[in-house]
């Protein structure tokens, strides 16, 4: 099952080291991540060509589950093969997962934990702008053409004004870029195609294992029927979610609390909140969740159960996704349709991007968002009585810090923290 990658002239302990400040960094959801990613890999440690990050990028979007958790897969796995893929995926994804079940456990003993929130304030503000400088990053090398401008505005309107599926956004935005691409052979900066597909199924097979005989056999030996119930739910959840990780929490909040009903609604605008203030994939919520619905069912043993059975139902179809299709993601960006198909989905990014921006700045500057129906037409109307002028304040403070200043991610995350939390010692945080 060997696979040949790029030779890389780094040892593994010292990307790893990446890999693990990414994963501290990685605040406020899928833009901010991956606009966290480009900077480090691409930017500062140019480990990976822009056309080589875009081209991962866009596959990462088609599949189901957390992009970026998957991009930065990708990324170890370009580097040092399914060890760097498995160092950099975990790594993107265990800070965040420690810190939620630490939050988890402190919650079902305590209930809410208001001032934890209050303290994320500036950290919100700060992901705001960082979300902010990756549109106009990706912007300026995605949209090179009338097409892609024309994709992107589409994409825009159709996610967040027409509510159209995302897949169905790529899948159009896929089929112009096919359609009017430039059919000139692209050879430059490739590796060619070097796995047979007997090899791909074999890969296929050994993660599909991976993936399901844990949350098999977890259930048989602890005899806890709820084990096999939501490792069913998360499995599935893994592969029919489409559309990032917005479109996956908006299913899985109707499921979980009025389907299933695992969880209170108010529980799980907690979960929300906890998942968006802290390092990781936004969908490491789905470990809170598993907790507070096992602590429900039968206290912490099966609480710590649930919320591991969560995590491998989650995460492991992400890594069987990257090790399966990374082998061919440069070979099909060098085909000159299929690179067309790719580039306009790139474009289409930048409005899924926009629309990302656009939700977590009014959810994060005010208390009440209504939506309101015209027609076919979704329209997030705030209340303007409920906002919150620290995080406003916040925002332009972080946003001077980056944009004039031009400090580092880690300053500007470390200054808009500071600034939040004594926001809420002084009692200016609501």
């Keep these: 099952m060997s696979q040949k990658i790029p030779h890389s002239p780094l040892i593994l302990s010292q990307a790893g080291r990446e890999y693990l400040k990414v994963g501290l960094l990685s605040f406020g959801g899928p833009a901010a991540q991956i606009a966290l990613m480009h900077k480090v890999f691409v930017e500062d440690r140019k480990w990976l060509t822009e056309k080589q ?97 024309s994709v992107a505005i589409f994409a825009f309107i159709g996610i967040f004004v027409l509510e159209i599926p995302y897949p169905l956004i790529v899948i159009i935005s896929g089929v112009l870029g096919f359609i009017y691409s430039d059919m000139t052979p692209d050879n430059t900066d490739i ?12 890969t296929f097979t050994l993660w599909l294992m991976i993936w399901l005989a844990p949350l098999m056999i977890m259930g048989w030996m602890t005899n806890w029927g709820f084990l096999y119930e939501v490792g069913a739910f998360f499995s599935k959840l893994a592969t029919v979610t489409f559309g990032g990780a917005y479109a996956v929490l908006a299913y899985m909040s109707q499921e ?21 203030t802290t390092p990781g994939p936004l969908i490491l919520v789905t470990e809170f969740v598993g907790f507070v619905a096992g602590y429900k069912q039968a206290g912490l043993p099966l609480a710590f159960a649930a919320a591991f059975a969560v995590l491998w139902a989650t995460f492991a179809p992400c890594f069987l996704w990257i090790f399966v299709g990374a082998p061919y993601i440069e070979w099909i960006s060098a085909q000159p349709r299929l690179k067309g198909a790719l580039s306009t989905i790139t474009a289409a990014v930048v409005g899924v991007i926009l629309s990302l921006s656009i939700w977590f700045g009014l959810h994060a500057m005010f208390g009440t968002i209504t939506k309101l129906q015209a027609g076919i037409a979704t329209f997030w109307v705030p209340d303007f009585h409920t906002v919150n002028v620290t995080v406003v304040v916040l925002t332009f403070l972080a946003a001077y810090l980056a944009f004039i200043r031009h400090l580092s991610l880690l300053s500007l995350l470390g200054i808009s923290a500071a600034l939040g939390l004594a926001t809420s010692l002084l009692g200016l945080s609501g």
């Design 53 to 149: 990050y875009l081209s991962a990028l866009n596959f990462c979007m088609l599949l189901p589950g957390p992009e970026a958790m998957q991009l930065s897969a990708y990324i170890g796995w370009r580097l040092h093969g399914v060890a760097g893929g498995l160092l950099a995926g975990l790594l993107f994804i265990l800070p965040g997962a420690l810190i939620i079940a630490c939050l988890a456990i402190f919650y079902v003993y305590f209930g809410d934990l208001a001032w934890l929130k209050a303290a994320f304030l500036g950290v919100k503000a700060a992901v705001i702008v960082i979300v902010i400088q990756a549109l106009i990053r990706v912007s300026k090398k995605a949209l090179i053409g009338v097409l892609h401008c």
């Design 191 to 202: 590796t060619p195609l070097s796995i047979s597909l007997p090899q791909t199924i074999l």
């Design 256 to 276: 979980v609390v009025f389907d299933l009903g695992w969880l209170t609604a108010p529980q799980m605008m907690d979960a929300l909140g906890f998942a968006e």
